[in-house]
């Protein structure tokens, strides 16, 4: 009886899932490089932004102008982006959907689309050999292992850092109610080593491409939405309200920095010249040319939010928020030292 029940399970799940319709594909947008944008990625010398209600876009001279994909199948609001190498590259967004390219982001393929999970995926990490990790809402975690074209759920675990007994209780029983944390960001770093910046404070890191994570101490209890390796070590961790800590051994302990500003701060890059940029809410742009050890806020005039930044030619930075992309120059006098 328990193996017909088990069988009459699987082919209701089954039909449930023939009967899913499909999703519609992204519309010709003649703005489409001026709607919400929220990931940012090089393919190669090109560059490939993703966003709002499936719209991709992408720009073959370092920012300054950007067209259209060619074809893509969902009108889902993409969240991250990544790129094997010049021409293969996974997309992820809401309803749990997964795309992916084979030639350099003009045409996409349906991978993954599960909207009654209701865990939008919100960043995904390429790496070698053909592994990408996608990550999202409540402790949403897939893994592929032939790039990009096949995926399977696995179960986000971590090693907890030392508490008493009595945290780590408390902190599984509020892991449980309430479904695992947002993972809003996962990046590779030097080597196999990777890190993944979650609400609630949470930050992590791998040391085997993935295979294990264990959580490391924060400096505060708001979301991180960033984390940026630089050299060795180092990195940054950005987060809420101008929050924003930098660690010199690879997450063990932090000294936060000051910022200048209360905006949210949700992306960062390094540039050829060594200089670091950090974006934000608000139309915030950080520069620190001492490895984040301090930072220049350079306010935008429009006040509009940035999501993410590349850097796209000497000097230069390619950004993407809520007005689109466009094209930053950083004054070459900015010093990164606080004003």
């Known amino acids: 009886m328990a193996c017909r029940t088990a069988a009459l399970l699987c082919l209701l799940a089954a039909t449930a899932a023939a009967q899913q319709p499909a999703p519609r594909a992204a519309e010709p947008a003649r703005l489409a490089a001026q709607s919400l944008l929220i990931a940012l990625a090089s393919a190669g010398e090109r560059l490939v932004a993703v966003g709002d209600r499936g719209i991709i876009v992408l720009s073959d001279d370092h920012g300054a102008s950007w067209h259209q994909a060619a074809q893509v199948p969902v009108q889902a609001l993409l969240t991250g982006v990544c790129f094997f190498d010049a021409r293969h590259g996974v997309a992820v967004g809401h ?14 393929q349906l991978r993954h689309y599960a909207p009654e ?71 590779g770093a030097a080597g196999a080593r990777l890190y993944i910046a979650g609400e609630a404070g949470h930050l992590y890191r791998s ?27 180092t990195l940054l961790a950005l987060g809420l309200r101008g929050n924003l800590y930098r660690s010199a051994d690879a997450g063990l302990s932090w000294q936060k920095i000051p910022t200048h500003t209360v905006a949210l701060l949700d992306g960062g890059t390094r540039l050829a010249d060594g200089r670091i940029a950090l974006v934000g809410l608000s139309g915030v742009v950080l520069v620190s040319d001492d490895e984040g050890r301090s930072v220049r806020l350079l306010q935008q005039g429009d006040h509009a939010g940035l999501a993410a930044a590349l850097a796209s030619a000497p000097g230069q930075l390619a950004l993407i928020g809520e007005n689109g992309a466009r094209r930053l120059a950083l004054p070459a006098e900015a010093s990164g030292r606080a004003p």
């Open 95 to 108: 309803d749990e959907v997964i795309l992916s390219s084979s030639d350099g982001g003009n045409r996409w």
């Open 117 to 187: 999970a209701q865990r939008p995926l919100l960043d995904v990490w390429c790496g070698a050999p053909a592994t990408a990790i996608a990550v999202g809402a409540y402790a949403s975690y897939l893994l592929s292992r032939d790039g990009g074209s096949s995926w399977s759920e696995q179960k986000f675990v971590s090693a907890a850092p030392a508490q008493t007994s009595a945290a780590r209780s408390a902190a599984a029983e509020e892991q449980a109610a309430t479904g695992g944390y947002h993972l809003n960001r996962i990046v």
């Open 207 to 233: 040391d085997d491409g993935g295979g294990s994570w264990r959580q490391l101490p924060s400096p505060y209890e708001g979301s991180f939405f960033d984390v940026l390796p630089l050299a060795g070590d």
